[in-house]
């Protein structure tokens, strides 16, 4: 399983980001697919998922601001962040569970205030 996630950056509180996250090694259209976070000093949580026929479950605080989607053609998932807030600040990993056990190397979000 590989799970290589791009897209993080640096952008001002207010601002978008969308993040990518190449599949393989699985058959991707089985499976639910996630995105968690990790904030400096604070534990891995659940922030989106997005199941195979593409209901979609987020975390309270991102709700209707976040929008997750996937690609089965493409093996692709996406998290779509828009109006990001500081707190938002974070390592973004995609995942195939929800605890984020089989998760890729992730991706630096930084949301500058």
């Known amino acids: 399983v590989q799970l290589q996630a791009s897209g993080g950056g640096l952008v001002q509180s207010g601002g978008s980001l969308r993040l990518s996250c190449a599949a393989s090694?699985?058959?991707?259209?089985?499976?639910?697919m996630y995105w968690l976070r990790q904030a400096p000093g604070k534990e891995l949580e659940w922030v989106a998922g997005?199941?195979?026929?593409?209901?979609?479950d987020y975390k309270d605080s991102v709700k209707y601001r976040f929008t997750i989607s996937r690609d089965n053609a493409k093996n692709t998932v996406y998290l779509q962040m828009n109006d990001l807030r500081s707190d938002d600040t974070a390592l973004y990993y995609c995942?195939?569970?929800?605890?984020?056990?089989?998760r890729g190397q992730g991706t630096q979000v930084t949301v500058s205030s």
């Open positions: 090694g699985f058959a991707f259209d089985t499976y639910w």
């Open positions: 997005i199941g195979i026929g593409g209901n979609r």
């Open positions: 995942a195939r569970d929800r605890r984020g056990l089989i």
